[in-house]
């Protein structure tokens, strides 16, 4: 506008030099026509010259505006383009790069980064998206936005003063001291770094670099910094939604889990009125979560000892214990299952503890597997005691057998002391026997085994039980097609048949009955055997004995494999005959399974490890050597009476020797 207003002032004052210089001139006339006609031609020259000033400036003032206007016009259109990817992102990084990729390829700019700004101990900033970066610019470049000489950078300051940093000319500007040399070497002259902000406070910069200086007007910046706060929007709702997606999941999970529990769980609010419960539930306790939502737990519709185990659960919450355990007898069960509750509260936002949970576990497996353990440990220690007992015991029975048997044999016979000493005798036999009964059940002898037909002993025994038990009870017997053999020694198992058998005739003795003897090839997987801890998968032999007699409460079934305890009135019994089959059974590798119930009978099932090793023929069988009366035989012991009663039993080639060989060939 100065110019124009020179050149206005100029051609004024010129017309007004003509008019004054024609009027003084005026009777010279060929001096006034020269006059006119340089005149004419000056001013002609003078505004041509204002005419050309004039139209090139209006042409730079009209280039600067186009400038300006495509500048602005192009930010518009970065700005719409950033707005789509804005819409239509669905990941963070990816919209980083495609907002990186519109300043490079639409803006026109060089390069075009995101940095996020680390919470290491460097405060490093991190570059996660780029466009334009074709010589490696942005590779092994050390940034931060701590208060260092690495920090105080264009973009550094940026996020730490939360503010745009614009510079115009990078090869002058001080804050790109560190980094000037290689700016230039990739062409960068201008830069831009606009903070990213958070909801907690910034987390990065949007860099920009262009060629040219000065690339960055008031406008632009203005743009470019509505821009970064629209991508940081765009960034926040995408962590936002990643965030709500991720919590989403989770839960989805966590439902998950709780509908596919195998624990029964149920929430209740401090009423009692139950808002959830699982699928596991009705596997459990036999009711439909449906049937159990929106309704109190003291006054669900059950059976009378399911309503005790719902009524204890909320005496529990009310007195604020944690956790229960219910014996409960389902009907049509003859063993009673147990019910394991874990209770605790749940708390709102404000802290208040308002709903409760109830974890429900059917406990009976691990209650069953605790008392087989029990029984165990206790048959152990009962079998370690007495098997000690036993061998001492026995020990001081064998001189006594000895020697009375050497003292009687120098009795007459019809002298009175021979009847004592037969009195003597027997009851040392009898004795012996308890002392072999003892050293069954504790596991302590070692007997020779081989491969056993059950059924041919299970026959021998019928015979034997018909001839001994009353008509009033009847015998069965159900014997699979081609059994399986076991090893074992045949005299044990058929002392567990006769042991087994004996006491079912006793409980059937006075009313009559059926017993039924089973034998059935069995192939049991880790599922079948769990309820018992010692018994492995496998092939096994099961031998059922079940009666019809008066049966067993369950106190009275935990106790019945102890020693010495017995339900007979005295006389009838020892208290051996089961223990002496617990351990029979124990010590071949097997298990024995009581379910009884009073009024119902017993049923004894035993388990023995099949085998298929062909029976040997008596060929095979070990036959020892004959005796010829020229061995000779040591004694090692440490018992002074034995050592006494064996030297004076074998010494000398006498009658008694004799007998004595005699007396051990099979």
Known sequence: MSIVLIYTLTGVLWAVTAINLHTGNLGQYFTFIRFEMANHTFFILVTALMLYFLIHHSLEEILQREESLHRVGRAFKSLSECNKALI????????MEQICRTFVE?????LAWVGIAEHDEERTVRPVAQWGDRNDYLKNLKLSWIDNEWGRGPTGTAIRSCSTVVVQHIPSDPTWRLWRDRAMEHGFAASISLPLLGDEGPFGALVILAGEEGAFDNTEVKLLEELAADLSFGIRALRRDAERKKAEKERTLFASVIQQAQEGIILMDDSGLIRYANPAVEAIIGH?????TGRNIREIDCEPQMHGFYTAIWDAVSRGDMRITNAIQKGG???????????????????????????????THEILLERQLSQAQ?????????????????????????????????????????ELLDVVLKSSYRGRNLVKQILTFSCQVEQERQP??????????LKLLRASFPTSITIRHDICSQPGMVMADPTQIHQIIMNLCTNSGHAMHDSGGVLDIRLANVDLDTAAVSGFPDLPSGRYLRLSVQDTGHGMDQPTIERIFDPFFTTKTRG?????GLSVVHGIVKNHGGSIMVVSEPGKGASF?????????????????WQPPPLHGQERILFVDDEEDLLFAGKRCWSGWDTRWKRAVTAMKP
């Open 88 to 95: 239509h992102a669905a990941d963070e990084v990816q919209l």
């Open 106 to 110: 639409i803006g026109g700019y060089r």
């Open 288 to 292: 439909a979560p449906d049937t159990m």
């Open 333 to 363: 069960e003859p063993l009673p299952y147990y019910f394991d509750a874990t209770l605790w509260s749940i708390s709102d936002e404000a802290g208040i503890a308002n709903t409760y949970a109830a974890l429900i576990r059917d406990v």
């Open 378 to 418: 206790r048959m152990e220690a009962i079998g370690t005691l007495a098997g000690g007992i036993a061998h001492d015991f026995n020990n001081s029975l064998a001189s006594i057998i000895t020697c009375t048997e050497l003292a009687r044999d120098d009795v007459a016979e019809d002298d009175p002391v021979r």
């Open 452 to 461: 056993v037909h059950v059924e041919r002993i299970i026959h021998e025994c």
């Open 572 to 576: 009838e019994g020892t208290g051996l």
């Open 605 to 621: 099932h035993i388990f023995l490890p099949r085998t298929d090793t062909p029976e040997m023929s008596p060929a095979e069988i």
